[in-house]
């Protein structure tokens, strides 16, 4: 299967596990991913950035900290800025955060339900697909305009960023 195929359809695998949303970082070096995909509702992101949240988000904290898997209500603690609670407000009730350390990048995600807690295999099967999306787009490639379109067309922002 080709790269751009498992990258839409694990994007679109995500999008029914967290439907609410996701956020998808793919290979950060430097500050700034290799890849990046959005599916968070539009007025959310606006309000993240200009409220600059990055900065105070425990769940981006965190997985810059440390590998692995984390609900947001272990994190509520951490929490000084209220952005999980603001969060609330955008549909963003219940969600995780994973993590993937490959040195020399990091790939993180950050995955939302209004509903319900995840479940423990729909953790599972979502860190499996962010662990593919993470090793298929390992070299950089870029995915073209056919997989933006289509991205676009699922409500997902992708954001590549040249070398």
Known sequence: M???????????RLGELAPAGF????HVRFQAPSYMFESY????????A?????????TVRWAVQHPGTKRWSELA???EAD???????????HGITHSIHDDPTLSMGGLARSDREFTAPEIREACGILQRLHDVTHRRETLGTDVSA???????VMTQRPD
């Open 41 to 48: 509702p539009p007025s959310w992101l606006e309000t993240y």
């Open 150 to 156: 289509t991205l676009h067309q699922m409500a997902i």
């Open 77 to 79: 603690a951490f929490d």
């Open 23 to 26: 956020e998808i970082a793919l």
């Open 2 to 12: 080709k790269t751009e195929q498992i990258v839409i359809d694990g994007l679109a």
């Open 50 to 58: 200009r409220e600059v949240f990055l900065l105070q988000d425990p």
């Open 83 to 93: 952005v999980l609670g603001q969060a609330r407000a955008y549909g963003l009730v």
